[in-house]
């Protein structure tokens, strides 16, 4: 009850029975509160019967003392009790899979293909292009058109990972050297969560992301100005971004170039940093720049060695990366 009670106090709770924002969500919380409610019915049912064998075999024993006494008829009940549950379960089996089927597939053509990759302990999103040049890369952020079914392709870099969006579709592992294939699809605009659901290690509770849903003309905006580099700056924050992080993070129109850590080209774009452990504020690029094995210990990213005007500048110059 206590868990139960607890699990109501987060922002965006992580759960299919309320607040969906798609259909295939929709579906699973009608068979998540299908289910629950039948397994209600039965424990209520069964400890109604536990509590009456009790007090039957109470008055017995006043009456006829604590001997071995004659069969009152017990595999009767096994008879009832299969015969009753039986078409119970076949019932639910078959809506089970009538679920299964609905959330297997779109309703519709997907116009939308992205590629997500996990690491530990981040989320590496690519949105595919009819050229390379239209390809965008991000991180820790999906941006979904409302309406429109998005077909995702997921792996992993690393170890077992578990994609889930509770409020817009089932769960789909994601596994080293293997792309499984999910979608989603959002029928209202909102902001939405995502987690890894397969523990992978020490941070796999905070491996977050976040979805937004927006309008089909914001999306295309979006896009537009995703695929748009970033004007070189001149500057400390710049200068010193580009001797300590270019070698692993890649800010396109710049010289920084890396591969190993996420795309930060939009980097300001972002609700969150470092897979929604912090906010993507001053204060929080701060924080993650000053002590980053402290807040995410673990993490591939090392503790950069800056003093605090240069951790300033590096704040202030990631977070004019829009």
Known sequence: MLALALSGCAAQPLGYMTGTGGHAADRLREIGWGLSAVSVIVVVLIAGLIGLAIARGRRRLAAEGDGVGRDFGGL????????LSFPVLIALAVWTFIVTRAVANPPSPTALTVEITAHRWWWEIRYRGERAADEIVTANHLVLPVGIPVRLLL???????????????????????KSNATWLEADRPGLYRGQCAEYCGLEHARMAFTVTAVPVNDFRRWRREQLQPQVPRVGRGAAVFTSACSACHTVRGTGAAGILGPDLTHFASRPTIAAGVLPNTVSGRLEWLGDT?????????PQVPLDEADRGAVAQYIGSLR
């Open 76 to 83: 009767s009940w096994i008879y009832w009790g299969v015969g």
């Open 155 to 177: 792996t992993s870099d690393d170890v077992i990972h578990d994609f889930w969006v509770p409020k817009l579709g089932p769960k789909m592992d994601m596994i080293p050297g």
């Open 293 to 301: 094995q402290g807040v995410k210990p673990g993490a591939a990213m």
